[in-house]
C-alpha cells in the first residue's frame, strides 16, 4: 500500500513519501543503506556525502549491468522467436 514510511540509511531517519508499497521502500532502502555501509568498512573517508556517491556509484554500476544482460537476452529471444517461426513455416 503506497504512503509515507521512515527508513534509516546510514544512522539517519528519512521520511519517503510515495507510490510504492511501504515493505518495498523498506527494502530499497536497507539495500541502500547495506551499500553504504560495504563502502565505509572499505574506504578511510568519514565523509557521509562521499559514501553515498561512492554507494549510488556501485548501485548504478549493477543496474547497468543487469540491464546489458537483459538486452542481450531480449536479443537471444527474438532470434529464437524468429528460428522457430521459421521452422514452423515450413
Same mark, same amino acid.
Given at each position: 500500500?503506497?504512503?509515507?514510511?521512515?527508513?534509516?540509511?546510514?544512522?539517519?531517519? $528519512?521520511?519517503?513519501?510515495?507510490?510504492?508499497?511501504?515493505? $518495498?521502500?523498506?527494502?530499497?532502502?536497507? $539495500?541502500?543503506?547495506?551499500?553504504?555501509?560495504?563502502i565505509s568498512q572499505?574506504?578511510?573517508?568519514?565523509?557521509?556525502?562521499?559514501?553515498?556517491?561512492?554507494?549510488?556509484?556501485?548501485?548504478?554500476?549493477?543496474?547497468?549491468?543487469?540491464?546489458?544482460?537483459?538486452?542481450?537476452?531480449?536479443?537471444?529471444?527474438?532470434?529464437?522467436?524468429r528460428k522457430i517461426?521459421?521452422?514452423?513455416?515450413?
Amino acid at each position: 500500500m503506497p504512503g509515507r514510511v521512515d527508513v534509516e540509511i546510514f544512522g539517519k531517519v $528519512y521520511t519517503v513519501r510515495g507510490e510504492k508499497d511501504v515493505e $518495498y521502500v523498506r527494502r530499497v532502502a536497507e $539495500y541502500v543503506d547495506r551499500k553504504m555501509r560495504e563502502i565505509s568498512q572499505v574506504t578511510d573517508t568519514v565523509s557521509t556525502s562521499r559514501i553515498a556517491i561512492l554507494a549510488a556509484l556501485n548501485i548504478a554500476d549493477e543496474f547497468f549491468d543487469l540491464r546489458e544482460e537483459t538486452d542481450e537476452f531480449e536479443s537471444r529471444m527474438k532470434n529464437l522467436s524468429r528460428k522457430i517461426d521459421k521452422a514452423l513455416e515450413g
